[in-house]
């Protein structure tokens, strides 16, 4: 068997014909079309740093048939229905549905608990939130199977590659029903429209092999004895016992923050990041990054920002976070009285709109640890969200302000036409944010001007607060058992305990955990 692995860089208008691209890859490679027996792209990346924008791919050509496990290995559940190890998971997001999976690989009965609702049932408390702005603190867009990811984009990319295996994650996506396109592309994504039939296949998937999967299941105490975490009580007053428990909740779940002080179980302050979500013309971005009138066969431009800002002696970072090209902005708030924002993109990005959070770091420094403890970030992003209510008139409107006339701290007359469905109100965002994050973001903004043309004008504007960029709270855990350092039996996981910062990390997380129970248990 010969392998042949080759690199090339294709004009965009080839790059994205099929046919095209693998004929182009086999000529480089030294042999006529048609001759190879399989090309297996490897990666596709879009090179926009010179003058002309090139795809970069990468494949692997055999002039043989190509190894039986190429896309695999494939995943099998053993069906534990009759296991007596019996693990409780709260919450059904990321973390939570690859630690019930892991559990189901090493022979463990997963419990998923999950306060939302199922992903078409959750669909009806989106639209109200949309459209009669009203916010059911169970299911939003932050609560409900999937998670956060599930209605707000399904971004693949991650730095987190230490953590555990990539390559695992996405081929039990791609398994469950993502595109293979998230194979290859060296930024990945599933898209808001389709994420949600992945996740309940995984859902599914539990089921099928003996797990449980439970919605309208909020936990409201512990049972707690000697510092031994027994199991778990619901809403419902249910006690459910069990040999251990996931800690999955995501990092909005304040209610369980406020649950694990209140019972004594030791959290921390952690930094965290904060600011607004910045929305252009999706077309002012594709000329400034491709350097062309027109995109063509290209997919919608993205960008990756970074500032380091001097206010009062103090150096915080400014950077883009979950950046969506062709995408939309969605209210994300979780409880009624906060204004929260978040973006999304639909798998074709198809959107006229580009947009993305420009948020500040928050350091303990930043906060009132001495009067609020460890849960001075959560009462500081609090307090934002509830004047970016009160600014905007008490709905889920939310309060915005032209880019330009934010940098000259100017109350807009007028805004754009915007994809935020709830609807925007003139402010000055100053009164919201305070006046040292304020400083922080046009610091920010003016050094994002001078990198990409037309950005810092007012032919954008930016609409706030982007303030659940990740935990306020870390619930510690040790390094190596990952089971909290106090309470045996408890097991911190994914975003919401501190140790992740997207899908992919929280399902690395969560896999992590399930082993880690797996190893307390034997």
């Keep these: 068997m010969l392998k042949k692995e080759i690199e090339t860089l294709l004009s965009p208008e080839t790059a994205f014909d099929e046919l095209a691209r693998y004929e182009a890859l086999l000529q480089h490679a030294g042999t006529q079309p048609g001759q190879a027996d399989y090309v297996h792209l490897l990666r596709r990346s879009i090179d926009a740093r010179g003058r002309q924008p090139l795809v970069r791919l990468r494949a692997d050509v055999y002039f043989s048939a190509p190894p039986a496990g190429l896309f695999?290995?494939?995943f099998t559940y053993p069906n534990v229905k009759e296991s007596s190890l019996r693990v409780l998971v709260v919450g059904?997001?990321?973390?939570?549905?690859?630690?019930?999976?892991?559990?189901?690989?090493?022979?463990?009965?997963?419990?998923?608990?999950?306060?939302?609702?199922?992903?078409?049932?959750?669909?009806?408390?989106?639209?109200?939130?949309?459209?009669?702005?009203?916010?059911?603190?169970?299911?939003?867009?932050?609560?409900?199977?999937?998670?956060?990811?599930?209605?707000?984009?399904g971004k693949l990319y991650t730095r987190a590659t230490k953590r555990g295996d990539v390559g695992r994650v996405l081929r039990r996506l791609v398994q469950h029903g993502a595109t293979p396109d998230i194979l290859v592309d060296a930024h990945p994504h599933i898209g808001t429209n389709k994420l949600p039939a992945v996740v309940q296949a995984l859902r599914e998937a539990i089921i099928a092999a003996g797990g449980e999967v439970r919605f309208d299941t909020r936990v409201t105490d512990l049972l707690l004895e000697n510092?031994?975490?027994?199991?778990?009580?619901?809403?419902?007053?249910?006690?459910?016992e069990a040999a251990a428990t996931i800690l999955a909740t995501g990092h909005s779940a304040r209610d369980i923050y406020e649950l694990l002080h209140r019972r004594g179980v030791?959290?921390?302050?952690?930094?965290?990041?904060?600011?607004?979500?910045v929305e252009h013309p999706q077309a002012l971005i594709d000329q400034a990054q491709y350097r062309r009138a027109e995109r063509g066969l290209l997919p919608a431009a993205s960008y990756s920002l970074v500032h380091q800002t001097a206010v009062r002696g103090q150096q915080r970072g400014v950077f883009s976070f979950c950046m969506c090209p062709g995408g939309f902005i969605v209210p994300a708030a979780?409880?009624?009285?906060?204004?929260?924002v978040n973006g999304m993109s639909p798998s074709r990005r198809d959107s006229h709109y580009?947009?993305?959070?420009?948020?500040?770091?928050?350091?303990?420094?930043?906060?009132?640890?001495?009067?609020?403890?460890?849960?001075?970030?959560?009462?500081?992003?609090?307090?934002?969200?509830?004047?970016?209510?009160?600014?905007?008139?008490?709905?889920?409107?939310?309060?915005?302000?032209?880019?330009?006339?934010?940098?000259?701290?100017k109350l807009s007359s007028d805004l754009l036409e915007t994809s935020y469905q709830p609807g925007l109100v003139p402010v000055r965002l100053d009164d919201v944010l305070g006046p040292d994050l304020a400083e922080r973001l046009r610091q920010g903004f003016r050094d994002f001007g001078r990198k990409i043309p037309g950005y810092a004008t007012n032919a954008a504007q930016i609409v706030g607060v982007e303030s659940r960029t990740s935990a306020p709270v870390r619930i510690p855990r040790d390094k190596d058992t990952l089971q909290h350092p106090v309470v045996t039996g408890l097991f911190p996981c994914g975003e919401g305990a501190g140790y992740a910062g997207g899908i992919v990390s929280a399902a690395m997380d969560g896999e992590r955990c399930a082993e880690a129970v797996s190893a307390a248990l034997s």
């Design 72 to 74: 695999g290995p494939w």
């Design 354 to 409: 580009a947009n993305s959070g420009i948020v500040a770091a928050v350091e303990l420094a930043d906060l009132d640890v001495a009067q609020h403890g460890p849960l001075a970030g959560l009462r500081f992003q609090q307090a934002l969200e509830q004047r970016a209510c009160q600014a905007a008139g008490g709905t889920q409107r939310a309060p915005a302000q032209l880019l330009g006339d934010f940098l000259k701290n």
């Design 92 to 153: 059904a997001g990321p973390a939570g549905l690859f630690a019930a999976l892991r559990c189901l690989e090493l022979g463990m009965k997963p419990v998923v608990l999950e306060r939302g609702r199922d992903v078409r049932a959750r669909r009806r408390d989106l639209a109200a939130i949309n459209q009669e702005q009203f916010v059911n603190p169970d299911s939003n867009y932050c609560f409900g199977e999937g998670g956060a990811g599930t209605y707000s984009d």
């Design 227 to 240: 510092n031994r975490l027994r199991g778990v009580v619901t809403a419902t007053g249910e006690a459910l």
């Design 334 to 340: 979780t409880a009624p009285g906060e204004v929260v």
């Design 266 to 277: 030791l959290i921390e302050a952690k930094p965290f990041a904060l600011g607004v979500r």
